[in-house]
């Protein structure tokens, strides 16, 4: 028979890479847990007008890349193509903003574009975000910059190219439009109907245009930076200040005006090697546009998969010993060893893969060494009798006998470990 595939840009991830995975959100939580964030789940499916209100209309992530489904009362539904939307909506309806109006949250989980799949781009993706509510000052958009770089530093990726700028508030955005519209000018007829119709629009949306000649004639107008107003200035360059304390190499990318229409204010993106890794910035204005209080907020994604295929985290807790049976033993003993290497009360807590079947010993030392154990712990009847253990560590063959009722255990087998690693 056939055997199904995944769909097109949906991939599996699948050890050691879900270890890596594992490894990264471990750090990425604990960190923003150590600034005072806390988790969220969120669901998947939305109503479809969450996304266009948040993200606009007219962006190519409502235009071109949701997957849109009717359910069977005919309602119109999305799968979530990012997380701030969502979580702003479950805020709102949660109530959570009812108190200070000030929260920190962290989420992670997958997303869905209908993007044309390649290396790093993927209809099924996974974003680690965070967003944070209630305050408005630079030095908070300085201080997610920050965590941002932080989890990639923690997470051993490269140097990463940041690139900042601010899009400013709606008086700023209404008088960069005017100059762009002047600037292209005459232009018009050269580009493709989709910026031809965004002109009008949503004029900012030119720059998410992928067409080469559309590319040509917008590389040389000019950056949001002229058209900031004195207050979205001021708000910039005290951002930057701070990001000049904090000892980051940035480079201002005035043409930076990212693909999402939410966004308000200092905006940022790190890139790595031509992928951008993380981004975001501030949106002060999205909790009340979507029936929520006048709450501003600021918060960045990463792609799950990007920064795991760039960050050189390596040596992931797969179980670190193998535990193998030989001949009748009884299974209290088996239990309590077991239950001795896995405990931490006893100052082990050992990752342990026990296999206790009636397979022939030589079929189980040939499953730990496919598997890629270094070391099995033995059991047979004598050291059942004598309440002992030997660990055979796989890529010596040395074997050591140890009681398992030795105080010192603990220590004993860190020792071993240490020495042979
Ligand atoms: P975004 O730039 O659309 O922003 O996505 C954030 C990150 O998700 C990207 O930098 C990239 O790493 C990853 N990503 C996006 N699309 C794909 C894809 N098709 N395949 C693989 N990875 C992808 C947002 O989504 C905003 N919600 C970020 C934010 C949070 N702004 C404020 N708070």
Redesign the pocket.
């Known amino acids: 028979m056939e055997p199904i595939r995944k769909v097109r840009?949906i991939r599996d991830i699948v050890f050691p890479e879900s270890a890596k995975w594992d490894e990264i959100l471990r750090i990425s939580r604990n960190l923003l847990r150590s600034y005072g964030y806390r988790s969220i789940y969120l669901p998947v499916i939305e109503f479809s007008n969450l996304f266009s209100r948040a993200i606009g209309e007219d962006t190519d992530?409502v235009l071109k890349?949701m997957y849109n489904f009717k359910d069977r009362k005919g309602r119109d539904l999305s799968l979530r193509?990012?997380?701030?939307?969502s979580?702003a909506r479950a805020l709102i309806e949660q109530n959570v903003f009812s108190g200070s109006g000030s929260e920190k949250i962290f989420y992670f989980g997958p997303?869905f574009?209908y993007?044309r799949?390649q290396e790093?781009?993927?209809?099924q993706?996974?974003?680690f975000?965070?967003?944070a509510y209630g305050e408005k000052s630079p030095s908070i958009d300085a201080e997610i910059v920050g965590l941002a770089v932080g989890v990639l530093l923690e997470c051993k990726v490269g140097i990463p190219e940041l690139q900042v700028n601010s899009v400013g508030c709606r008086e700023c955005r209404s008088e960069y439009k005017k100059t762009i519209k002047k600037s292209i000018g005459g232009k018009l007829s050269e580009l493709c109907d989709d910026c031809r119709r965004r002109f009008d629009t949503n004029t900012l949306r030119i720059f998410d245009c992928k067409n080469e000649k559309c590319q040509d004639i917008y590389k040389d107008l000019p950056g949001f930076s002229e058209s900031l107003c004195a207050s979205c200035k001021e708000y910039f360059d005290e951002y930057r200040k701070y990001l000049d304390e904090m000892q980051f190499e940035y480079r201002v990318n005035s043409r930076l005006v990212?693909?999402?229409d939410?966004?308000t204010g200092p905006v940022f993106?790190?890139d790595i090697s031509g992928?951008?890794?993380?981004?975001?910035?501030?949106?002060d204005n999205l909790i009340k546009q979507l029936g929520g209080p006048d709450v501003p907020?600021?918060?960045?994604?990463?792609?799950?998969?990007?920064?795991s295929e760039l960050s050189c985290l390596e040596d992931f807790s797969s179980p670190q010993f193998y535990f193998a049976t030989m001949g009748d033993i009884k299974k209290s003993y088996i239990l309590r060893v077991l239950e001795k290497f896995r405990d931490p009360k006893d100052g082990l807590d050992y990752a342990v893969e026990a296999d206790i079947s009636d397979v022939k010993i030589a079929k189980k030392m040939k499953n730990a060494d496919k598997k890629g154990y270094q070391y099995v712990i033995l059991i047979g009847e004598d050291e059942a009798e004598n309440e002992k253990i030997q660990i055979k560590n796989l890529r010596t063959g040395v074997q050591t006998e140890f009681s398992v009722n030795d105080n010192e255990l603990s220590k004993k087998i860190d020792g071993m470990l240490e020495g042979t690693r």
Not at 81 to 85: D, L
Not at 120 to 123: A, L
Not at 275 to 283: E, H
Not at 297 to 307: K, P, S, V
Request: overall charge neutral; glycine content about 18%.
């Open positions: 840009g992530i890349e193509p990012e997380g701030t939307a979580a997303m574009r993007e799949p790093g781009r993927y209809r993706f996974h974003q975000g965070c967003e990212r693909g999402l939410y966004y993106e790190i992928s951008t890794l993380i981004a975001g910035g501030r949106y907020a600021c918060g960045w994604a990463f792609g799950m998969e990007r920064l």
